[in-house]
Nanobody, 112 residues
Framework: QVHLVESGGGLVHPGGSLRLSCAAS????????MRWYRQAPGKERELVAS???????TYADSVKGRFTISRDNAKNTMYLQMNSLKPEDTAIYYC??????WGKGTLVTVSS
C-alpha cells in the first residue's frame, strides 16, 4: 500500500528557510516521478515542484530560484528546501505520486 508522510513544516519569519521531507513506502520509490503541491487558504492546490526518477526537476515560476526539490532513493525520501520564504508561501504542502497518491500534508506558515 502506498504511503506518503510529510514532515518539516512550521512557523518561520519572512526570509527564513525550512526543509520539508516526504517519506515514501509501499512502492519502488526510485521508479517514480514525485511532486510537491501546496494549497493556501481559500486557493486551489497548485504544483510547486517535481522531480523525475532520474532527478530532472521543474519548478513553478513563483518558487524558482528559492526552492530546491531533491530525492534520496536509498532512503525513499523526497525533500523540498525552501529559502527566502515569503508570506505568500504560507500553505499546506503535500507530497504526491502519480495515480493520485497524496500525503496528509504539512503546514508552512511564513509570518513575522
Amino acid at each position: 500500500q502506498v504511503h506518503l508522510v510529510e514532515s518539516g513544516g512550521g512557523l518561520v519569519h519572512p526570509g527564513g528557510s525550512l526543509r520539508l521531507s516526504c517519506a515514501a513506502s509501499g512502492f519502488t520509490f526510485s521508479n517514480y516521478m514525485m511532486r510537491w503541491y501546496r494549497q493556501a487558504p481559500g486557493k486551489e492546490r497548485e504544483l510547486v515542484a517535481s522531480i523525475t526518477s532520474t532527478s530532472t526537476t521543474t519548478y513553478a515560476d513563483s518558487v524558482k530560484g528559492r526552492f530546491t526539490i531533491s530525492r534520496d532513493n536509498a532512503k525513499n525520501t523526497m525533500y523540498l528546501q525552501m529559502n527566502s520564504l515569503k508570506p505568500e508561501d504560507t500553505a499546506i504542502y503535500y507530497c504526491n505520486r502519480v495515480a493520485n497518491y497524496w500525503g496528509k500534508g504539512t503546514l508552512v506558515t511564513v509570518s513575522s
